[in-house]
């Protein structure tokens, strides 16, 4: 199972972004889909998840601002993130949970958020 991850940049504070995750080599039909982030010095965090009945899960400090979704017929999971703060500045990666609880992970895109 491949995971590779995208549409992170340079965006100023109150910005949007969309992160793209397309996930290949797998046919787990019943997986969770999720979204962590790792700042500079700090340890990766959980910030979303969505299962495959289309189930979703928010931290406490995205909720409202990020949108996280998937498109099945694509093996995509994305990250709608909205009103960036400086503090969302990090490393997001992907990761991809099979039926048997075997995780995988991309390789991180990174979202730098300043003026």
């Known amino acids: 199972v491949q995971l590779q991850a995208s549409g992170g940049g340079l965006v100023q504070p109150g910005g949007s972004l969309r992160l793209s995750c397309v996930v290949s080599g797998s046919a787990s039909s019943i997986n969770t889909l999720a979204w962590y982030r790792q700042a500079p010095g700090k340890q990766r965090e959980l910030v979303a998840t969505?299962?495959?009945?289309?189930?979703?899960y928010y931290v406490g400090s995205v909720k409202g601002r990020f949108t996280i979704s998937r498109d099945n017929a694509k093996n995509t999971v994305y990250l709608q993130v909205n009103s960036l703060k400086p503090e969302d500045t990090a490393v997001y990666y992907c990761?991809?949970?099979?039926?048997?609880?075997?995780?995988?992970w991309g390789q991180g895109t990174l979202v730098t958020v300043s003026s």
């Open positions: 990761k991809f949970t099979d039926y048997y609880g075997t995780e995988y």
């Open positions: 969505i299962t495959s009945g289309g189930s979703t």
